[in-house]
């Protein structure tokens, strides 16, 4: 009897009519021969109430209790889905994250699954019950509760999974699976069986909601198989692994990409003034995320670097940059809004040369100005202006043939 890990939607704990409907299928799934853990997030709706009765008894309560008040929303929610598949005759048990054996450690403002003591999940697993675990929570070598924060609950799964050897993680979410683009914006998108595991990593790293880039990272280290689908419909989803049946040999097989863009340029008088290294790592340590890097070094004229980031850290980054300015050796800096980041993201473009040419020449010809430009073994970005980001996003939609891919 093989082993399932589904992390649950947040959506689907919103009341107790989905709570019922969640149990359910979970019962479901047990009858099919099945043994089921189930992770879940906290309960939105009580994180408030909790912080703002902490906030009237003080206004600087201690991490370490906002932890611990944090984690109480999860565990509830374990509560209350093993109670209602208990009311169904089914055995359940709900652990919080201690109780699971989570590990975890804190590094670099980071909370991270050191290992997972899986026996006693495995004890009531080999009991004929099904596991409930409260996500993105864990405890340290102190004993304190720490939270993961975000993608905690779907990378809490993974590595339920690795532990007791599941021979899949179900990563259930408001959409039916992995769409070759944002179906809301580019209509003619249609949902992928198949995934490589570098391929969603590179979606979820360039806004994908579907599921976050820590989880994806852990489980193509562990190997194991991911499938995302709808917590509403018992539909086939999109299986994630490390090599796929390539749908119809399509070279590209993903469209993404992001509002809001900022590139920001630094220019210096001279060559040996210049130091990509000072730079990014000054900003790096002000936690000021870097994208895009273009460096122009040209006789004659005076070098500058070039660096796309996100709308929220623009202020940030202008802070460090000028009470930097002495210390990293730049003369000016300049800025650009209103653009937007553009990208195709498929394994099949290590072994077809020549899919940038095609997607450079389409915008050409689309009369979409190109003003950065990205590349990896298996993906191309490129930075547009932002009033060209949707027809960007439908005309490389089109090139690469993507309305072709079998739902």
Request: charged share 25%; proline share 2%; net charge negative.
């Amino acid at each position: 009897m093989s082993s399932i890990v589904v992390k649950i939607d947040s959506s689907t704990l919103s009341t107790p009519e989905k709570i019922e409907l969640l149990a359910d299928r979970l019962i479901e799934q047990k009858k099919a021969g099945h043994k089921i853990v189930a992770v879940v997030p906290p309960l939105e709706n009580l994180e408030d109430k909790l912080l703002q009765y902490a906030q009237i008894l003080t206004d600087n309560p201690s991490i370490r209790e906002l932890y611990a008040l944090d984690a109480l929303n999860t565990q509830a929610a374990s509560s209350l889905l093993a109670i209602s598949i208990e009311k169904k005759g089914v055995q359940a048990v709900s652990l919080n994250g201690w109780q699971a054996g989570i590990e975890v450690v804190q590094s670099n403002h980071n909370v991270l699954i050191e290992g997972v003591q899986q026996e006693y999940i495995v004890e009531h697993l080999t009991n004929d019950t099904i596991v409930i675990v409260a996500g993105s929570q864990g405890i340290n070598r102190n004993r304190d509760i720490l939270l993961m924060g975000e993608g905690g609950p779907e990378t809490t799964a993974v590595a339920i999974g690795a532990a007791i050897d599941a021979a899949q993680v179900e990563i259930l979410t408001d959409r039916d699976g992995i769409y070759t683009a944002d179906s809301t914006v580019v209509q003619q998108a249609r949902k992928l069986k198949q995934m490589t595991y570098d391929e969603m990593l590179e979606l979820a790293n360039l806004g994908s909601s579907s599921i976050h880039p820590r989880a994806v990272e852990l489980a193509k280290i562990v190997e194991i198989p991911l499938v995302v689908r709808s917590s509403s419909d018992n539909c086939e989803g999109t299986l994630i692994k490390g090599e796929v049946d390539m749908e119809k040999n399509l070279i590209v097989r993903g469209v993404a990409y992001e509002a809001d863009i900022i590139r920001l340029t630094v220019g210096y008088d001279s060559y040996e003034q210049s130091s990509l290294a000072d730079i990014f790592t000054t900003l790096a340590e002000h936690e000021v995320d870097v994208d895009i890097i273009v460096q122009a070094v040209i006789d004659g004229v005076k070098p500058t670097v070039s660096f796309s980031i996100a709308k929220e850290d623009f202020a940030d980054a202008i802070k460090v940059l000028e009470k930097n300015k002495t210390a990293l050796g730049f003369s000016f800096a300049d800025f650009e809004v209103g653009l937007a980041k553009v990208s195709i993201v498929g394994a099949g473009m290590v072994s077809n040369p020549g899919v940038a040419a095609r997607m450079f020449d389409r915008l050409r010809k689309e009369n979409i100005l190109v003003k950065m430009v990205s590349t990896s073994e298996i993906k191309v970005s490129v930075v547009v202006p932002q009033d060209e980001m949707v027809r960007a996003a439908n005309v490389l939609h089109d090139e690469f043939n993507l309305v072709e891919v079998l739902a």
